[in-house]
């Protein structure tokens, strides 16, 4: 049965629909003491957006090759490989991360919207950041038919 000592998380999740929407959100949920962890940074291009909003930014991809061209176009920026599902080894990388943006390949869909519910629940649960921000339509899809339940209007 439910009660007050119920472990309850914290963090907010903002689904966008598409890469456009996944950038837009940069200003409004990004600040200057940040320390945001981007995950599926592919070859940098959105880490470069996040980096002037934040104290520091670190993009990781589970493809070396994405992370070895991501290094080579943007040399001042931090990049690690890192595979999502290991969230030891995101928490290896040393940081205490306030804000998280994920772009996987193969998340963003309605079959694996409950992976994408695992995972956000995985990071929300073990670094318990603000808010993560996911590139998915189907996550942003099912938050909009979400309804909490306030009571009946008195
Ligand atoms: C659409 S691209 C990302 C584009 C990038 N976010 C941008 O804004 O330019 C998706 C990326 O997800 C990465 N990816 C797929 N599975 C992953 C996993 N398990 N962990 C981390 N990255 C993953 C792929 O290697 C690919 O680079």
Redesign the pocket.
Known sequence: MANDRQFKLKTKFIGTRN?RE??QTIPTWVNAEDTVL??????G??TVFLAPHCRKVIG????SD?IERARQEHPELEFAV????DVLAALDLGEHFTKIYI????LSGYRSLLDLISLLTMYSTVLRPDAIVV?SGALKQFASLCVPWHGPPS
């Open positions: 890469v996944y950038r981007e995950i599926g940074c592919e070859w291009t959105t990781t991809d589970v493809s994405c890192l595979d999502a599902y772009d996987m390949s193969g590139k």
